[in-house]
């Protein structure tokens, strides 16, 4: 069994800054892509950053500039940063890992329960 868990999410006001970290845990062979999703009231869930296992990273074009992912692989953890926050920056931020659990052939996509993060003017 695999868990990602994270922490972090809260309320903030607007120009303030918010750090999401994000927990693997249980019996992995190895983590491939991490990233970061959001998704707002309404809206459909979209990707905010992705960090791959040797640090190559992409972001949404509405958060470049402001956001960082990272990743510590030494902790099964990835982070995202999030600088100068915006109101339509609220939402439920989700975890996501693609990771092989120790005695698989094949990596596996996993999700975490999600943290909300609301910017407030």
């Known amino acids: 069994q695999v868990q990602l868990v994270e922490s972090g999410g809260g309320l903030v006001q607007a120009g303030g800054s918010l750090r999401l970290s994000c927990a693997a845990s249980g019996v992995i062979f190895s983590i491939n892509a991490m990233g970061w999703y959001r998704q707002a009231p309404g809206k459909q869930r979209e990707l905010v950053a992705a960090i791959t296992s040797i640090g190559s990273t992409n972001y949404a074009d509405s958060v470049k500039c402001r956001f960082t992912i990272s990743r510590d692989n030494a902790k099964n953890t990835v982070y995202l940063q999030m600088n100068s926050l915006k109101l339509e920056d609220t939402a439920v931020y989700y975890c996501?890992?693609?990771?092989?659990?120790?005695?698989?052939?094949?990596?596996?996509?996993?999700w975490g329960q999600g943290t909300q993060g609301t910017v407030s003017s």
């Open positions: 996501n890992a693609v990771i092989q659990r120790t005695g698989t052939y094949y990596p596996s996509n996993y």
